[in-house]
């Protein structure tokens, strides 16, 4: 009787033991899976920063040596030539950084349409302006594009020889700038100019500036809203460049409605940033914080 009592209790085990058992063997199990989640996303966000790193520094060399090229070339050429090629020369950059860009699965960018503006002169592309990229994404695709920038890029010297070259206009003096921008579109280029004058922080645009419908005006040249769309808050104003964001980074570029120079220049403005809205206001705005737990702030 107590030999088998004895055998009983030794040699049979019920559920409770069972389960007992396997539950540290459960717990190690789970916390092996975590872990080796927590690892490859670890892996993953260590590669995506590389990415984004390797991504730029590359750019910015392209930059910093068409700089150099664009300094040679303005002491060697005439002016005309000068600007058609430094205009081409920044189309051919930019569109070699998208390129690379994509390759490194940083950006997935749909800007076709633009090409249909390739045979189209005089004109002003006014897109909105959600994020740095936006000059990249439309010069990329067409050559022979004149810019308004800021004047405080003028001696940038990652951008400033090759704008110099491409006889970009700075925004520094109105008379002057509305004067060159004139000049620029009657000898047949086509002219960005942003009408919001800064990157939007406002949802869905800006309030915007009047002196495009002005020079379109004096010009008389038809004015092409180019709709930028994008999922992210990458290089928005308060991004800093190498901070990470979720990748890929998206951008949509469509041609928008084309407006005629009006004699009422508030008139236009009203009409055009009442388009903008109503094409873009029900696009949900990317947040500012980081959405990325993974993503590191660096100034820039």
């Known amino acids: 009787m107590g030999s088998r009592a004895s055998h009983t209790s030794s040699g049979s085990r019920g559920p409770a033991d069972a389960s007992l058992d396997a539950r540290p063997s459960g717990s190690v199990s789970g916390w092996l899976s975590a872990l080796g989640t927590r690892l490859a996303g670890a892996v993953r966000a260590g590669a995506g920063h590389l990415g984004l790193w390797f991504g730029l520094l590359i750019c910015a060399a ?67 302006h959600p994020s740095m990229m936006d000059v990249l994404l439309v010069i990329s ?41 004139v000049n ?59 901070r990470r964001p979720p990748l890929p980074v998206r951008f949509r ?8 120079p009006q004699d009422d220049v508030g008139a236009l403005v009203a009409d055009v940033e009442q388009y903008f809205i109503e094409q873009l206001g029900s696009r949900r705005e990317p947040p500012l914080a980081d959405s990325d737990p993974q993503s590191v702030g660096q100034g820039g």
Request: proline share 5%.
């Open 253 to 260: 570029l469509r041609l928008g409605r084309r407006f005629q």
């Open 141 to 181: 695709q067409l050559d022979d594009v004149g810019c308004i920038m800021k004047a405080e890029l003028w001696d940038n010297v990652f951008l400033g020889a090759g704008a110099r070259l491409a006889n970009f206009i700075r925004n520094d003096s109105p008379h002057r700038m509305i004067r060159l921008a």
């Open 184 to 242: 620029d579109l009657r000898r047949g280029s086509r002219l960005l100019i942003f009408p919001e004058a800064t990157r939007t922080v406002r949802s869905p645009v800006n309030p915007l500036s009047g002196g495009f419908a002005l020079i379109a005006k004096k010009a008389d040249a038809p004015i092409q809203t180019v709709l930028i769309e994008t999922d992210s808050p990458y290089l928005r104003k308060g991004w800093p460049l190498f």
């Open 62 to 128: 392209l930059f910093l040596g068409w700089c150099g090229i664009a300094i040679l070339i303005s002491r060697l050429m005439p002016a005309q030539q000068r600007r058609r090629v430094g205009r081409r020369g920044l189309h051919r950059m930019f569109r070699q950084c998208l390129r690379l860009l994509r390759l490194l699965g940083l950006v997935e960018v749909d800007n076709a349409e633009l090409l249909a503006l390739r045979e189209e002169r005089s004109l002003i592309l006014a897109p909105n």
